[in-house]
């Protein structure tokens, strides 16, 4: 049986229908329906890092579709951006009909920033710290260690907060402890460890550790 979109009156000979209308009325329906205003997208003022359903992340256009789909669609749809500037970005929005079909159509977005400061700037600008490294030994393999310890955090998004030099080594004080024990046991160190009371958070003792390695 041949079917009449109730809008265009083509027919299932000349497209493919979605429901009782065809693919070309529910795509201009669902294009012109869909927002043209995102919300305010948040962005790290220090670091330049854009917030999206992930959290903060490097900027990009990839990003940023992630960001508007969110604001627009509850992460429902899809969203590509081909280009934007400050005020607006040129999309490709995919949006699902139903379990089985979806739509496709090019939207402009008007954008709209919100600066903030992301938890990774915050706790660098506060000295934040889960862990102290304590490297001992000779000055030329303590700073070879240091250097070592700083690109394995960066690769990890992590940070060091400060570092304190003392006559036998320095105390580097590190943003996460996971990443440390993820460093030894990457490069097969066994340092002495010690754990400190750092706080009681809803009555969950939190601590900071203590790794102390000579070499």
């Not at 500037?85 to 699902?96: I, M, N, R």
């Not at 490297?135 to 070592?148: C, H, P, S, T």
């Not at 706080?199 to 102390?212: A, L, N």
């Amino acid at each position: 049986m041949i079917k009449h979109c109730p809008t265009c009156d083509r027919t299932s000979k000349d497209a493919s229908f979605i429901g009782e209308f065809c693919e070309f009325c529910v795509t201009e329906k669902a294009s012109k329906d869909f927002p043209t205003r995102a919300g305010a997208i948040e962005y790290c003022k220090r670091c330049g890092r854009i917030k999206t359903s992930e959290g903060y992340v490097e900027f990009t256009k990839k990003s940023l579709g992630n960001a508007l789909a969110k604001l627009l669609c509850n992460s429902k749809c899809k969203i590509d951006v081909k280009e934007y500037g400050e005020k607006a970005a040129k999309t490709v929005v995919t949006v699902p009909i139903g379990e089985d079909h979806k739509v496709v159509f090019e939207k402009e977005i008007v954008l709209k920033g919100s600066h903030a400061i992301c938890q990774d700037c915050f706790r660098k600008s506060s000295g934040y710290y889960e862990a102290v490294f304590q490297i001992r030994g000779e000055k030329e393999r303590v700073n070879a260690m240091m250097q070592k310890v700083k690109r394995f955090l960066e690769a990890r998004g992590a940070f060091i907060a400060k570092i304190d030099e003392h006559e036998t080594g320095i105390d580097v004080y590190v943003s996460s402890k996971g990443a440390m024990k993820t460093f030894f046991l990457y490069n097969k160190l066994k340092p002495k460890t010690s754990y400190t009371l750092y706080s009681i958070k809803q009555g969950r003792k939190i601590y900071r550790d203590t790794y102390m390695l000579r070499i």
